[in-house]
């Protein structure tokens, strides 16, 4: 009886049939490709041994200058800072007030005193927004204010962008609106308003009146008078009526930033008898609440952790700095869907960004070069904005080996930098491969690879092209579109992996359950399944790290095993074909050929082999073993007939390795039935 040598195509191949895919691999999960050779993945531990809870939609490590490594950990409910197996729980905290207006001026003076009782112990670290404008004293208070120092427990000052016109003692107003009935027309009313017909004003709080509900950006119509404008809705009025936004109550966004004694908390602050009067020491700060966001951005200026969440402003955070938590950069952007920083020139990017309170999803504002506080633009920075022409919002960018790139919805843009006067160049370098979401896009060796709603792309010398992907029907029929944004390109540079985890409909969680990779060493693609909704790459920390929806964080490729549970790696081929026409061949040995354990280890896996027999492609199967297979077992005798035949190799033992090698089968012709 003739031996008959199996030689496997070296990648999983789900596009065709079981029959069609003939020495080949059609089905697998947790193994990778080394060698052209199918092997067991490598398996991960804890990074950190408690659970997170929220759930991580970003990760990023850096050093500080201690030479102490940091992992952060933006998830949806909080931001976390891990080094040396400690957490440190730094997420931006917040606190949104409603209260009468209260708010002093003085003629000629740009300081203006605020009096909120619902605080208590403001600092000048913290800082404020105004979701809600404030006339008074001839000013328009709005957008971000720095406190520049606390007065008594409920009072502290700001300062305006100009001086006041008048003297004024707790007034302040917010605008109110005149509707008229059968009409779409809103007048505004906000003394010293400065608008022109055309100028674009933003209301941050949702007010209805009349039966209008006045909410978002709008142009201005028309400016009746110094302290009137006109807006137009997109619905007409019910009821001629007046309202005032907010029910009259300012609305202020408190971002505060827990650190040392602020500036003004020492001797002779304060009132009598409280906090630092007298006493040298400061009073409890004001606490808020952790800034809850669907997303997350993070990336590190030195040993600043930069922090952007989804629609807010940009935070930073420096260890041994005394602050507690991540702070607000105020003269950056108030809303943003995103950061990154661009090199050669250390710039600041962010993307989906506003001008003043009004976000454009296709905007990009840069700060100063070496500068992330600076972002207005002047003749002597390269501070900066642009605006993407084509698509309906830039959903993700990054920085590439070459450029930074910016994808919308539809395409992608080179960001080059030319340095001044116009700092960076924008070309659109292709269209229809645009960005399934913000964490699915990642650099491997040189390549840019992403993933949209159809299809994956590399970019490298070439230009943007399509990734021809044998597992494209696991992926994409089986892929969540209502949270495809949480798709996470992952990249491992140890085995020129490129990952791709991705929310399956299947599932049903809503959370990135399953895999698809790409080795780009050895052209091959498989898949499985693993739930992870962040990911690094080799870094300062080691070997790449990833981050369960439930908030665990594991390091991978530095164990044979799932934290400390056995894996079960396994794939199976597609059909042989061992005879052709009529006759039947009878099959009775069939010899492994493995690698049974990681160098130097001579043996130790032990593996099931499982073989499927069949006379016709869609016959019944007849299924024999498993067979238990180890370095000691030189053949298994199966003794099976049939036409076609397909084989499953699996392990599910702690501590093992293998790698398949080439395997052979006995068998001879055995008649017509």
């Given at each position: 009886?003739?031996?008959?040598?199996?030689?496997?195509?070296?990648?999983?191949?789900?596009?065709?049939?079981?029959?069609?895919?003939?020495?080949?691999?059609?089905?697998?999960?947790?193994?990778?490709?080394?060698a052209?050779?199918?092997?067991?993945?490598?398996?991960?531990?804890?990074?950190?041994?408690?659970?997170?809870?929220?759930?991580?939609?970003?990760?990023?490590?850096?050093?500080?200058?201690?030479?102490?490594?940091?992992?952060?950990?933006?998830?949806?409910?909080?931001?976390?800072?891990?080094?040396?197996?400690?957490?440190?729980?730094?997420?931006?905290?917040?606190?949104?007030?409603?209260?009468?207006?209260?708010?002093?001026?003085?003629?000629?003076?740009?300081?203006?005193?605020?009096?909120?009782p619902?605080?208590?112990?403001v600092?000048?670290?913290?800082?404020?927004?105004?979701?809600?404008?404030?006339?008074?004293?001839?000013?328009?208070?709005?957008?971000?204010?720095?406190?520049?120092?606390?007065?008594?427990?409920?009072?502290?000052?700001?300062?305006?962008?100009?001086?006041?016109?008048?003297?004024?003692?707790?007034?302040?107003?917010?605008?109110?609106?005149?509707?008229?009935?059968?009409?779409?027309?809103?007048?505004?009313?906000?003394?010293?308003?400065?608008?022109?017909?055309?100028?674009?004003?933003?209301?941050?709080?949702?007010?209805?009146?009349?039966g209008?509900?006045?909410?978002?950006?709008?142009?201005?119509?028309?400016?009746?008078?110094?302290?009137?404008f006109?807006?137009?809705?997109?619905?007409?009025?019910?009821?001629?009526?007046?309202?005032?936004?907010?029910?009259?109550?300012?609305?202020?966004?408190?971002?505060?930033?827990?650190?040392?004694?602020?500036?003004?908390?020492?001797?002779?602050?304060?009132?009598?008898?409280?906090?630092?009067?007298?006493?040298?020491?400061?009073?409890?700060?004001?606490?808020?609440?952790?800034?809850?966001?669907?997303?997350?951005?993070?990336?590190?200026?030195?040993?600043?952790?930069?922090?952007?969440?989804?629609?807010?402003?940009?935070?930073?955070?420096?260890?041994?700095?005394?602050?507690?938590?991540?702070?607000?950069?105020?003269?950056?952007?108030?809303?943003?869907?995103?950061?990154?920083?661009?090199?050669?020139?250390?710039?600041?990017?962010?993307?989906?960004?506003?001008?003043?309170?009004?976000?454009?999803?296709?905007?990009?504002?840069?700060?100063?070069?070496?500068?992330?506080?600076?972002?207005t633009?002047?003749?002597?920075?390269?501070?900066?904005?642009?605006?993407?022409?084509?698509?309906?919002k830039?959903?993700?960018?990054?920085?590439?080996?070459?450029?930074?790139?910016?994808?919308?919805?539809?395409?992608?843009?080179?960001?080059?930098?030319q340095?001044?006067?116009?700092?960076?160049?924008?070309n659109?370098?292709?269209?229809?491969?645009g960005?399934?979401g913000?964490?699915?896009?990642?650099?491997?060796?040189?390549?840019?690879?992403?993933m949209?709603?159809?299809?994956?792309?590399?970019?490298?010398?070439?230009?943007?092209?399509?990734?021809?992907?044998?597992?494209?029907?696991?992926?994409?029929?089986?892929?969540?579109?209502?949270?495809?944004?949480?798709?996470?390109?992952?990249?491992?540079s140890?085995?020129?992996?490129?990952?791709?985890?991705?929310?399956?409909?299947?599932?049903?969680?809503?959370?990135?359950?399953?895999?698809?990779?790409f080795?780009?060493?050895?052209?091959?693609?498989?898949?499985?399944?693993?739930?992870?909704?962040?990911?690094?790459?080799?870094?300062?920390?080691?070997?790449?790290?990833?981050?369960?929806?439930?908030?665990?964080?594991?390091?991978?490729?530095?164990?044979?095993?799932?934290?400390?549970?056995?894996?079960?790696?396994?794939?199976e081929?597609?059909?042989?074909?061992?005879?052709?026409?009529?006759?039947?061949?009878?099959?009775?040995?069939?010899?492994?050929?493995?690698?049974?354990?990681?160098?130097?280890?001579?043996?130790?896996?032990?593996?099931?082999?499982?073989?499927?027999?069949?006379?016709?492609?869609?016959?019944?199967?007849?299924?024999?073993?498993?067979?238990?297979?180890?370095?000691?077992?030189?053949?298994?005798?199966?003794?099976?007939?049939?036409?076609?035949?397909?084989?499953?190799?699996?392990?599910?033992?702690?501590?093992?390795?293998?790698?398949?090698?080439?395997?052979?089968?006995?068998?001879?012709?055995?008649?017509?039935?």
């Amino acid at each position: 009886m003739p031996i008959v040598p199996l030689r496997l195509t070296p990648t999983v191949n789900a596009e065709v049939t079981e029959t069609m895919n003939e020495a080949g691999i059609s089905a697998c999960n947790l193994i990778r490709f080394k060698a052209k050779l199918p092997q067991k993945l490598g398996g991960w531990t804890r990074y950190y041994a408690n659970n997170l809870g929220s759930t991580a939609r970003d990760l990023h490590a850096w050093q500080d200058l201690s030479a102490n490594d940091w992992l952060a950990y933006g998830a949806t409910g909080s931001v976390t800072a891990l080094s040396d197996d400690i957490a440190y729980a730094i997420s931006p905290q917040t606190l949104t007030s409603d209260f009468t207006p209260d708010f002093d001026t003085t003629n000629g003076s740009a300081t203006v005193l605020i009096n909120d009782p619902n605080i208590a112990n403001v600092t000048d670290y913290d800082s404020i927004l105004f979701e809600t404008p404030i006339a008074v004293g001839g000013l328009i208070l709005q957008g971000v204010y720095q406190i520049t120092a606390p007065v008594t427990t409920t009072e502290y000052q700001i300062t305006a962008a100009s001086n006041a016109s008048s003297s004024v003692t707790a007034g302040g107003a917010v605008p109110s609106f005149g509707t008229t009935s059968g009409s779409a027309t809103v007048t505004v009313t906000l003394t010293a308003h400065g608008l022109s017909v055309d100028d674009q004003y933003t209301f941050l709080v949702s007010t209805t009146v009349g039966g209008i509900t006045i909410f978002g950006t709008y142009p201005v119509l028309s400016v009746p008078t110094a302290n009137t404008f006109t807006i137009s809705t997109t619905g007409v009025a019910t009821s001629t009526t007046s309202g005032s936004m907010n029910g009259g109550d300012v609305r202020i966004k408190y971002f505060l930033a827990l650190g040392p004694s602020g500036l003004g908390s020492g001797y002779g602050t304060g009132t009598y008898g409280t906090g630092g009067y007298g006493t040298g020491v400061a009073a409890a700060a004001q606490t808020g609440d952790a800034l809850v966001a669907t997303d997350y951005a993070l990336d590190n200026w030195g040993e600043i952790l930069l922090a952007c969440p989804e629609d807010e402003g940009i935070f930073q955070w420096q260890p041994n700095s005394g602050f507690q938590n991540l702070k607000l950069i105020t003269e950056a952007p108030i809303f943003n869907r995103g950061i990154f920083v661009a090199m050669p020139a250390q710039i600041l990017v962010a993307w989906g960004s506003s001008i003043g309170q009004q976000q454009d999803p296709l905007i990009i504002n840069w700060s100063d070069s070496e500068d992330f506080t600076v972002w207005t633009p002047t003749a002597s920075n390269q501070a900066g904005s642009y605006r993407i022409p084509t698509g309906s919002k830039i959903v993700g960018g990054l920085q590439a080996p070459q450029q930074a790139l910016i994808w919308t919805d539809i395409d992608v843009w080179a960001m080059v930098y030319q340095g001044p006067p116009y700092v960076f160049g924008f070309n659109k370098i292709s269209s229809g491969c645009g960005l399934v979401g913000k964490h699915a896009a990642a650099v491997l060796r040189g390549n840019v690879f992403w993933m949209n709603p159809g299809n994956f792309f590399v970019m490298g010398s070439g230009g943007v092209q399509v990734l021809p992907c044998s597992v494209w029907d696991i992926v994409f029929q089986d892929l969540d579109t209502a949270n495809q944004h949480k798709c996470v390109a992952a990249p491992n540079s140890t085995f020129d992996e490129i990952w791709f985890f991705y929310p399956s409909a299947s599932d049903g969680t809503g959370e990135c359950d399953k895999y698809v990779k790409f080795n780009t060493t050895e052209n091959a693609w498989d898949y499985g399944t693993m739930q992870r909704s962040a990911w690094i790459d080799q870094s300062v920390l080691g070997q790449p790290i990833g981050s369960t929806s439930n908030g665990i964080i594991y390091q991978h490729e530095t164990s044979p095993n799932a934290d400390g549970q056995a894996m079960n790696p396994w794939f199976e081929t597609g059909y042989f074909v061992i005879a052709e026409g009529q006759d039947m061949v009878f099959l009775d040995w069939f010899f492994p050929d493995f690698k049974w354990a990681e160098y130097p280890g001579t043996s130790g896996a032990t593996i099931l082999c499982t073989i499927t027999a069949v006379d016709y492609p869609n016959s019944t199967e007849r299924v024999y073993g498993p067979f238990t297979l180890t370095a000691a077992k030189n053949f298994i005798n199966c003794r099976l007939r049939g036409r076609q035949i397909k084989l499953k190799f699996e392990s599910q033992d702690l501590d093992s390795f293998w790698r398949l090698g080439l395997m052979r089968y006995r068998a001879n012709k055995d008649g017509r039935r």
